[in-house]
């Protein structure tokens, strides 16, 4: 008789009845359908603030919201001047690995947000690494765009997810000068195709000499 009896928020019900068995199960199919309902309602909710450019959204480091919920620079002139110095090095040196090295030559760190935990949009200094200097100059809010839905995740058939980065024109929302920023859009631009013209390796021309590779 153990374990037979379900108590659920209208009555009593006897798992060995062929009847109580089958409205527990249409009752747990509605709820997960209800659920989904509401996933969707609010990703629909969400895309639509996006497309109007409101979704609140992770601002990368040199960026924060004002008290209007407006995207302005980061009032603390250190991390301003560090993201100023970033990108006029890359400009002229224009290689992620000598932006990297010139910062750790010079004895200067990059700021950072702890993004989770108790510390929680703490603000730290960390040395430069060469995947801080892409994931910085890959992002267009540094250009005052607003873009959401860069990214597509796909599962794949082993189980992890997969991130494939989008084409511009293939995002869900690209507002240009939404907000100030640091550098201009043809300046983000620019530096983009210089990071892949520096890719060692991938097929077609590129203006890096042909020193590593799989031969």
């Known amino acids: 008789m153990t374990g037979t009896l379900v108590l659920d928020q209208d009555g009593l019900y006897d798992a060995r009845q062929i009847n109580d068995r089958l409205l527990l199960g249409l009752k747990a199919a509605m709820s997960e359908a209800e659920l989904h309902i509401i996933r969707q309602r609010m990703r629909g909710g969400a895309l639509n603030k996006a497309a109007r450019g409101e979704l609140r959204v ?11 919920n407006r995207v302005v620079l980061d009032p603390d002139r250190q991390v301003r001047e560090a993201i100023g110095l970033f990108f006029q ?9 000598k932006t990297a090295r010139f910062f750790y030559e010079q004895g200067l760190k990059f700021p950072k947000r ?8 703490q603000l730290i200094w960390s040395p430069l690494t060469v995947g801080r200097v892409a994931q910085v100059l890959h992002s267009p809010r540094y250009a005052g765009a607003y873009a959401y839905g860069r990214s597509k995740v796909t599962i794949s058939p082993c189980g992890p997810a997969l991130h494939r980065e989008l084409p511009i024109g293939q995002w869900h929302t690209f507002i240009p000068e939404a907000h100030p ?35």
């Open 181 to 215: 920023g640091y550098i201009s859009w043809e300046d983000y631009q620019r530096n983009c195709q210089r990071l892949e013209g520096n890719t060692v390796g991938r097929k077609g021309e590129r203006s890096c000499p042909p020193r590593e590779g799989s031969a």
């Open 89 to 97: 090095t890359f400009a002229r040196l224009g290689s992620a690995f």
């Open 114 to 121: 702890i993004q989770c935990g108790p510390n929680k949009g």
């Open 58 to 68: 992770r601002l990368p480091v040199g960026l924060v919201y004002d008290e209007q």
